[in-house]
Structure formats: structure tokens, C-alpha cells
């Protein structure tokens, strides 16, 4: 990859992912303009579609594989860092923000302009071919959520929220409603309907509706206009908006490029209400001092400050914004008619929170003129906490109604009845989850094994948005009856109840599966400085133990492998590749990957058989191992089955390299048994 992409990688990175941007929602807008201004403020020489597309593999069943390559090779150096795919995201919303009508192209037709800006042919890059851009944006939203705000809340959707019909492209379609001109406007427009209302932050479906009753279209952009009438798209317009109404701290900017925002929040701990902040960026001081003589102590070594020097929270500085400016250093809090507090798991204290937590317990404050909106949600969907709490609790604030604990116990019905309330709690809604993982437990020894558990301590289950199934959650193979009530997507489920025995597990649900271990401990092995062994030529041990060294140490025997010099018990398998082919791969079934290079012809061959052709094929053995052979000639992989097995990725030291060949070749095969390794690949990849 040239030193123009690269420098395309870190622009936009810095641009829309920036630390100033903490706290904020981020939208990945880019058009012609933005991308000449971006260009010639960074002194960029090579536009962007050109620079991305001279590294298109176009004619081939793969065109990105290369920006995908870059992006793992990256990935490694930096684990935390952006997704090394940018400029291609990039390229994909400037298709988006050109779907007008034209002498060329219905509004509709994205995959034509896609292809048109990257190869100059519309018929280049084919619809059939853009799943792995899709796939990239569902990457950038798990990179951005992991990031927990430092580098902006994200605005991309989860599958399940996208129409049916815009299933891939969509992603980038959300990110081109809003233009800068869009989000520049809005403060002015929060501004005029504070004015005249007492309730925030208003739902997206009512900001929507008084911009059409104020006829105020016209201050917004074409692409946002387009969007207010398209029926599929304005329910996710409407979250968009709504999300940047409730983050604004009513100041005249949305983020204020170059200051860090800390975020102030409430904290209910031993009875009382006080403030404290949460900064989420990568410098963090022991003490800030703000103008007003408001002060900000770190609380131990956490991302979380004690704030003194500010009214206590009451029913005035609630629903008031709140904002006082140090350098480089914005502390605010938007007002707010209703407050919900969780438990912290890093201070153990009540602390408010952005979103409603299926599965724990809260405690919910509402304004007047809240309280209607918050009785039908916990109506429509809470499990206790229906009641509001009448006891004359001190530090609730004057007029508010208090309601403790409100848990959901159905994560479907809580994002449900959220859609239908909106209201002061439209905003609430869970944190959006893309794909199956598991969370929390009590690891031992991460060094040793990262998904090892204590027995008694095993973690909770994370079903992702986008399934829309009902198929079971499967524990080790099998449906598990205790689990059935706890089933509701988006919502953690606790394995602790299952009480599993000690050993390796699997989690399944809807044809994805990852794993974890359970043992009662486990023995740390001090690392050795000398290690004692037998070196291996030929396939032979030495006769006598030495000191391995680390060149010999990888084929090496040791410990209780010492009691066989040699393992000649494991069936062969001989396979014929084709010595023509551009590249020999196989991934076997435990993650593990190869690359095979055919061998040279010895100089033999030509002095004893000087009329025989060259073959076309050399032989490979193998021992032991199960896998696919896969082999790519004249762009197309051609995949076959060596010792079938089931694939187990997540049990090699580096599955990504061997996800990334598999994704690669997804087309090398139509057998059953290839699309499980495709889909393996795919969740390894997210």
C-alpha cells in the first residue's frame, strides 16, 4: 500500500474519529466537497476515488481483497487503532450522497455510482460483490463501540435497523443523511424549539414533525430532504436526530473541534445526589481546573473525576444545560427531563448512564413533565419497578417521582415500547450489539488461555440485534431449559445457572458458535530460561536431550512429548497441487493456515528425461490434519476437502490470518461443509 492511502487512512481518521469528537455523535459524511476540502487542507495530492481505486482487483471475485489485506496487516501493529479501510468506507458514502435522479441513473441505483466513481464504468463492480464493504461498516461500528465514546458515540446502524432491500447498503446511506450544513443547523434549530417547549430532549419523530410544520426544509441539504419523505429511511432519521438532540449541551457548536468533551454525570451513593465526570480520552491529569473555580480529581486510576465547585444536582440544574469551558477541556451535561442510574462495575456506586441495561436493575427520576412518558414505558414493558416509589426520600429532587429498581427482564419488548413511547425516553435505548460474544466472568489466567473461567464464574451470553430467528441457544449441543426465559435478543444470559462441569464448552445460536473452558484453577507455569529436549531432523529425534535453542525449539520435543521421539501412528493423506496456480493455501479446521510453494524440478530431471514435460502437479502430505485445500488460478478459487472436520478457529494462537484466506475464497466451493468455515470466518471477522 502506497504512502498516499495511507496518508487518506490518517486524514479521515484524525477528521471523523479524532479525539475531539469524544463523547459526541460521529457521522461519516463525505461528499465532493468535503472530499476537495479535505484534500487541499491536508495537502493531499491524489483524490481519493483514485487512490483507492488503483488498489481494486477488478475482474476478479475479490475486487478489495487488497484494502483488506492492508487492514490486517495494520490491525496487528495496532489492535485499538481506526480500521485500516477508511478510504474505501469513504468512497462508498460519496456514492451514497450522489443518488439524485439523473440523465443516467434512477435515485435508486447506488451499485452503479459505486462502481462509476472507482473504475469509471458502472458495470465494473457488481452488487454481488459488495458484501465485504457492508461487512467492513460492521466492523467500524464494533471498533467505535469498543472505544466507549473516546472516539465518538456511533451513529452507524445495526443490521436489523436497515430496510430489507438496503440490507448492504444502507450503512452507507445512513451515514450521508446529514451534511455538515445539516449539523451546523441544528444547534439553531434545538435552540428555537427550547425556546417554546419545557421537555428534553424532544423524540426524532417530533424534531421531524416540527421541521415540516415550520416549513424548515429548506435550511437542510437535498440528501436530508430525500430522506424526510422516504418512509424506510425517516424511522432511522428520526433515532439520528434525536441522538444529536440529546448529546447537545446547548452551545452554538455540536463538538467544538480540538476540545475534549467531559462528560458530567450524576452519582447517587451513600443518600445523596452529587456530581462527577467522565473523561474519555487517552491523557488523563490528576486535577483540572475549569473556569468558575470548578475543579476535577481523578478518582483512582480510572477514566472518572470527583466534580466540586458546582450547585448540586436539583430540580433546576437538571433539566438546565450545563457547560463550563478549560483549555482544550469542555465539561457539560445536556438538559435532561428524565435520569437513569445504573451500578458502575468500576467505582460500585450508582451512576447515570445513556441507556437502558436489559437485564439490571435501575433507578429512574422523572421531571413532571416526564413522568407520563416514563409510566407507559415501565407500563409497556419493565418487570418491577412499575410503581413509583411515594417515600419522602431527601435526596430526591423536588417534584420529581423516583421508581427503584426498574429492571427489563425482555430486551425485545423494552426496544419495542421505547420505539412507541419515544418521548423524553426515545433516547434510551440499549447499547447495539453485532454479534454473539460473551461478556464478564471470572477468567484465570488470561496469559494462559483468555477464555478460561472459574467454574461457578462462567460468563453471560450476548445474542447479537441483527438475528431474527428464534432458533435456541445451544449450550454444548443441547437446548437448556433454564435458559428459555432468559432468551431475548440483546439481553445478557447468565451460563452461572447452568452449573457446567469443568472442561470445554460451546455456545451456539443461529448457525454461529464460539467457545470458552471452565476449570476449579489453574497452575501458571513460571516462563523457563533454558528449556531441555530433542531435536527433530528428517522427522527423527536425536538420541540424547540438549538444550534447544530458538531455532530448534519450535520442532522440538519436550516434556511428555519426550516419551515418543516421533508420531508415525496418524494416517497420510496425499493430495496432487497444481503447479500453475497463483497461490496454494490450506486452512485446517483449528485455525491453523499454510502456504504451499511448489518445489523446483531437480537439475536431474533434465539431463536424464530431457523429453518428458515438466508435470503439471507436485504432491502434499498430509498428517494427521483436517482441513481445505484451496488453490487460485486466473483470479478464481478452487477449494476441496482433506480430512473433513469441523471448523474450531478460535482454538489457534492467530485465527485472523486464517479467517481473512477463508473470506477470501468464500466462492471456492458449494459444499455445505465449506459454508460453515465461511461463516466461522465471517464472525472472526467482525
Request: aromatic share 8%; glycine share 8%.
Amino acid at each position: 500500500m502506497d504512502h498516499s492511502y495511507e496518508q487518506w487512512q490518517e486524514v479521515l481518521a484524525e477528521e471523523f474519529f479524532g479525539r475531539q469528537h469524544a463523547g459526541h455523535p460521529t457521522l461519516f459524511y463525505m461528499d465532493d466537497d468535503v472530499e476537495q476540502e479535505l484534500r487541499h487542507g491536508y495537502g493531499l495530492e491524489e483524490p481519493l476515488t483514485q487512490c483507492v481505486g488503483k488498489f481494486l482487483r477488478t475482474g476478479t471475485a475479490e475486487p478489495y481483497s487488497a484494502l483488506e489485506d492492508y487492514r490486517w496487516r495494520k490491525r496487528q501493529q495496532d489492535k485499538d487503532g481506526v480500521p485500516a479501510f477508511l478510504p474505501l468506507l469513504a468512497c462508498s458514502v460519496m456514492a451514497a450522497s450522489r443518488m439524485v435522479n439523473d440523465h443516467n441513473h434512477r435515485a435508486t441505483a447506488y451499485h452503479a455510482r459505486f462502481s462509476e466513481l472507482l473504475t469509471g464504468d458502472e458495470k465494473r463492480l457488481g452488487s454481488h460483490q459488495y458484501e465485504p464493504v457492508s461487512r467492513m461498516w460492521q466492523v467500524m461500528a464494533s471498533w467505535q463501540h469498543s472505544q466507549k465514546g473516546a472516539r465518538g458515540l456511533c451513529s452507524i446502524p445495526v443490521p436489523a435497523d436497515l430496510p430489507s432491500n438496503r440490507s448492504r447498503i444502507g450503512f452507507a446511506q445512513s451515514q450521508a443523511l446529514l451534511s455538515g450544513a445539516d449539523r451546523s443547523f441544528m444547534p439553531k434549530f434545538f435552540r428555537l424549539l427550547r425556546a417554546y417547549g419545557t421537555t428534553w430532549p424532544l423524540q426524532g419523530e417530533t424534531l421531524l414533525a416540527q421541521i415540516e410544520i415550520r416549513g424548515m426544509e429548506q435550511h437542510f441539504s437535498k440528501g436530508f430532504r430525500n430522506a424526510l419523505r422516504e418512509e424506510e429511511f425517516r424511522p432511522f432519521l428520526a433515532r439520528l436526530i434525536g441522538n444529536y438532540a440529546a448529546s447537545w449541551d446547548g452551545s452554538d457548536d455540536l463538538v467544538r473541534t480540538g476540545a475534549v468533551r467531559a462528560e458530567l454525570l450524576v452519582r447517587l451513593d451513600a443518600g445523596r445526589l452529587s456530581w462527577m465526570a467522565r473523561l474519555r480520552s487517552a491523557e488523563q491529569k490528576a486535577r483540572i481546573e475549569l473556569k468558575g473555580g470548578i475543579v476535577l480529581e481523578q478518582l483512582g486510576d480510572t477514566a472518572y473525576y470527583e466534580v466540586t465547585g458546582l450547585p448540586a444536582p436539583s430540580a433546576n440544574t437538571l433539566t438546565g444545560e450545563i457547560r463550563r469551558d478549560g483549555e482544550n477541556l469542555v465539561l457539560s451535561r445536556p438538559s435532561s427531563s428524565v435520569l437513569v442510574l445504573a451500578r458502575d462495575d468500576v467505582l460500585g456506586v450508582w451512576a447515570g448512564t445513556d441507556g437502558f441495561r436489559p437485564g439490571e436493575a435501575h433507578v429512574v427520576l422523572a421531571a413532571p413533565t416526564a413522568q407520563r412518558d416514563v409510566q407507559r414505558l415501565l407500563d409497556k414493558a419493565a418487570t418491577t419497578g412499575r410503581r413509583a416509589d411515594t417515600s419522602k426520600l431527601g435526596w430526591v429532587p423536588h417534584g420529581w417521582s423516583l421508581h427503584k429498581p426498574v429492571t427489563f427482564d425482555d430486551a425485545v419488548t423494552l426496544r419495542r415500547a421505547l420505539t412507541e413511547v419515544q418521548g423524553a425516553v426515545g433516547v434510551l435505548q440499549p447499547p447495539a450489539q453485532f454479534k454473539l460474544r460473551l461478556e464478564g466472568g471470572l477468567k484465570l489466567a488470561p496469559s494462559l488461555d483468555p477464555h478460561l473461567y472459574l467454574r461457578g464464574g462462567e460468563p453471560q451470553v450476548v445474542l447479537p440485534d441483527a438475528v431474527q430467528d428464534t432458533s435456541a441457544l445451544l449450550i454444548d449441543g443441547t437446548e437448556r431449559p433454564e435458559l428459555k426465559k432468559a432468551i431475548a435478543v440483546g439481553r445478557p444470559i447468565p451460563l452461572t445457572v447452568l452449573r457446567l462441569e469443568p472442561g470445554r464448552h460451546t455456545v451456539s445460536h443461529a448457525g454461529v458458535e464460539i467457545g470458552f473452558a471452565t476449570a476449579e484453577q489453574a497452575v501458571v507455569e513460571p516462563k523457563a530460561t533454558k528449556v531441555c529436549g530433542f531435536t527433530v531432523v528428517d522427522g527423527e529425534a536425536s538420541q540424547s536431550p540438549v538444550l534447544l535453542v530458538e531455532e530448534t525449539l519450535p520442532t522440538g520435543i519436550t516434556g511428555a512429548g519426550c516419551t515418543s521421539a516421533s508420531d508415525q501412528d496418524a494416517t497420510a493423506v496425499m493430495e496432487l497441487c497444481r503447479r500453475d496456480a497463483d497461490e496454494t493455501l490450506f486452512a485446517a479446521a483449528d485455525g491453523r493456515l499454510w502456504t504451499f510453494q511448489a518445489p523446483e524440478q531437480p537439475d536431474w530431471w533434465t539431463d536424464r528425461l530431457p523429453d518428458t514435460p515438466a508435470p503439471l502437479r507436485f504432491e502434499a502430505d498430509f498428517h494427521g490434519v483436517g482441513g481445505w485445500l484451496l488453490e487460485r488460478r486466473s483470479g478464481r478459487w478452487k477449494g476441496r476437502p482433506v480430512n473433513p472436520q469441523t471448523s474450531k478457529p478460535t482454538s489457534a494462537r492467530k485465527p485472523r490470518a486464517w479467517a481473512r484466506a477463508v473470506l477470501n475464497a468464500q466462492q471456492a466451493s458449494d459444499e455445505s461443509s465449506w459454508a460453515e468455515y465461511v461463516q466461522a470466518a465471517k464472525e472472526l471477522d467482525r
